[in-house]
């Protein structure tokens, strides 16, 4: 997915797409090792709005993925939408490289580009991958294993007798101190 800059006239372009999880090498690399299934398309909205050679991108994305339970290792779908920005600036010549910079702050979440063009893919798959859950639960109140049994506490208790946590501080509880 490429964007030239002559191509947002009057400083403005809002695009919409439709991506297929084949147009992006990383999401079918985590889609073959961790289980995750993403539905097609992947909807974008995004609008490309050029400051000077900056162009500043708004976008977000909607998805339908299937992923496992975090508690209890069921499958289950989770539609995604999520917002982001992107600051895109032109790559540095390499007679600007070669003079020591310190970067300030504001200048570490820039993407550079190249030739007037902008490539969105890889960004666009960063994005993505950012707005998919750390530790998925299929639902709010998920019961989760049994850590004795394995047995799916959604579906049932199981017949384990529970072990008493031996917690060394709770003598403590009793402690009655002075206050002075």
Known sequence: MRVELKDIKGGLLEQDYGLNVAAFPELQNLQAESGVEFFDP????????????????????????SLSCGRCLQPFDLELSETFSLTFTPQKQESDLEEEVELASDELGLIYYHDEVVELLEPLQEQVIMALPIRPVCRQGCGGLCP?????????????????????????????????
């Open 42 to 65: 992947i909807h974008f909205s995004l609008r490309l709005q050029r400051i000077g050679q900056m162009v500043e991108v708004d976008g977000s994305l909607e998805m339908k993925v």
């Open 148 to 180: 004795e049994c394995g047995q799916n506490l959604n579906d049932g208790q199981c017949k384990c007798e529970k072990k008493v946590f031996n917690n060394k501080f709770s003598a403590l509880a009793a402690l009655k101190l002075d206050k002075d």
